[in-house]
């Protein structure tokens, strides 16, 4: 199959569990307080987008920031993790731990720490976000071939030099991908904090439209996210492909 029909039915696809959506809730006679109508969530969409813009870009800052503390975070402890076993040992089981507590337990306890506001969400965001990148930065170190570091000590390099120009590119394809996960990841922290301790964000709106019964703004919220969280998991597919496209599979979404 050509790329173009390739991505001709991937299109189409979309389109049809859109239409089928409409349809469905047209025929059945569904609520719009139950599920409302792709027709529906894109008006309020439209019609409220000047004043949801805001919160869009207020959500999409703090997912950065925190996603950006996440990444520096989650290298340096990958890094530390995976040159070092007793960092190994004592380290990555108190990061399991760590990611194992559920996230929203933790954001009453950064409220309580430094206020409602933009704080406790870019701190939900940075603890959502950085365990992948740790346990993926660890593991592409984890590849390197013993061989090729005997070879290198016996040139004379150091374990830093091996560190820089060994192990740290061999980790780029593990990095990337835990990179197009943790943004996920991100989001998640962002709006579940929103939800609690913030009066401004995409998950503030879609909180007081559901205390109001506004399901289709609850919706247009979530297409919000979707759509954000899809433009930056393109993004790093892009940058993916420019600085590891060696390791690109294939069939990667990026490389469509």
Known sequence: MSEFKRKFWAAALIAFFFASWELFCLLAGVSDLILPRPSQVFATLVA???????????????????????????????????????????VYPLLIGFSSIPKVAVVPIFVL?????TVPAVLTSLAMCFFPIAVNIATGLATTEPEMEDVLKALGASKLDILWNVGLPRTMPFFFASLKVAITYAFVGTVLAETVASNRGIGNVMMSASSNFNVPLVFAGLFILAGLGVALYVAFSLIEMRVTGWANRKNDFAAA
Do not use: E
């Open 48 to 90: 409220r987008f000047p004043v949801l813009w805001p919160h869009i870009l207020q959500t999409l800052a703090t997912t950065i920031a925190g996603f950006v503390l996440g990444v520096l975070l989650g290298v340096f402890l990958g890094a530390t993790i995976g040159v070092s076993r007793t960092a190994y040992d004592t």
């Open 113 to 117: 720490w430094f206020g409602s506001g």
